[in-house]
């Protein structure tokens, strides 16, 4: 037994196990979510990823049955597994183009059984951080930061609610991206956000305390104490122009090279 799982989770994820390692449409069981992440409260669920023969995914497929969901095979009140099934094929697209969240999501991942050869190497692959656009990233959300401050300032002026809502959202959003990156840790997506910048050595004093206040209270003042925080961390290496000069060509003309949101990184 891991004794970093609780005693009722590990039942579960043994219940799993038996369940289905001797299934032979599916070739691995993988263990996520919270329990994988070392977050995982008392009554949390039991997230995991079931790689299926590709026969079976096949079939899958083609029905949009991609889920497996029980409360039979915990003991716990409240408690259940969820599960997305995945095939070989995705596993190996992780490692070659996954985004931070899908990379995110094998953080911590315990194989649980496995008849894929060489598995434990391949997960441990997706877990490593890329630096091949590290500082690209870094520019982009340092630039990001940069434009929403300056649109708070913007909504606050005009008196536009909306616009105060969604700068401080996406100030906040990318001023936390900006710290994962330059501490090489995965964005986790919304959920972990926090939990995962508390993680971070490497950040302003209070930043999650300034975050607070930006989305308690949208206002410029805050906005810019948040930003300010960020810009005076370290040498970003992007001048107020090149934000947005980037702004422009990568957000306001993204549509031009068909370029994915940044939100998606």
């Known amino acids: 037994m891991n004794t970093n799982i609780l005693?009722?989770?590990?039942?579960?994820?043994?219940?799993?196990?038996?369940?289905?390692?001797?299934?032979?449409?599916?070739?691995?069981?993988?263990?996520g979510g919270s329990v994988a992440k070392g977050c995982a409260r008392p009554d949390s669920d039991i997230d995991f990823m079931m790689v299926a023969t590709d026969e079976e995914f096949k079939n899958r497929y083609k029905v949009g049955d991609f889920f497996i969901n029980r409360t039979d095979l915990?003991?716990?009140?409240?408690?259940?597994?969820?599960?997305?099934?995945?095939?070989?094929?995705?596993?190996?697209?992780?490692?070659g183009r996954g985004n931070e969240p899908t990379r995110a999501a094998f953080d911590g991942a315990i194989i649980a059984f496995s008849k894929v050869d060489d598995l434990a190497n391949i997960i441990h692959s997706i877990q490593q951080?890329?630096?091949?656009d590290r500082d690209q990233k870094i520019r982009k959300f340092y630039a990001m930061a940069f434009i929403?401050?300056?649109?708070?300032?913007?909504?606050?002026?005009?008196?536009?609610?909306?616009?105060?809502?969604r700068a401080a959202s996406q100030l906040v959003l990318f001023a936390g991206?900006?710290?994962?990156?330059?501490?090489?840790?995965?964005?986790?997506?919304?959920?972990?956000?926090?939990?995962?910048?508390?993680?971070?050595?490497?950040?302003?004093?209070?930043?999650?305390?300034?975050?607070?206040?930006v989305l308690n209270q949208p206002t410029a003042e805050n906005a810019s104490r948040?930003?300010?925080?960020?810009r005076g961390f370290r040498n970003w290496n992007v001048t107020d122009i090149e934000a947005f000069h980037w702004f422009m060509e990568d957000v306001e003309w993204s549509w031009r090279e068909?370029?994915?949101?940044?939100?998606?990184?």
């Open 7 to 31: 005693p009722h989770h590990q039942r579960a994820i043994n219940n799993l196990v038996k369940e289905y390692q001797d299934d032979e449409r599916f070739e691995a069981l993988i263990i």
């Open 74 to 95: 915990t003991d716990y009140p409240g408690g259940f597994v969820d599960g997305k099934v995945i095939d070989m094929h995705y596993i190996k697209q992780v490692v």
């Open 129 to 132: 951080y890329s630096e091949a």
């Open 148 to 165: 929403q401050n300056w649109l708070m300032g913007e909504a606050e002026r005009h008196g536009n609610i909306y616009t105060k809502s």
């Open 177 to 213: 991206r900006l710290i994962l990156t330059y501490n090489r840790v995965f964005f986790p997506y919304h959920k972990w956000f926090y939990e995962y910048l508390s993680r971070c050595k490497a950040k302003p004093k209070n930043l999650i305390k300034e975050m607070n206040q």
């Open 226 to 230: 948040l930003f300010e925080s960020i």
């Open 258 to 265: 068909n370029k994915s949101s940044l939100e998606d990184w």
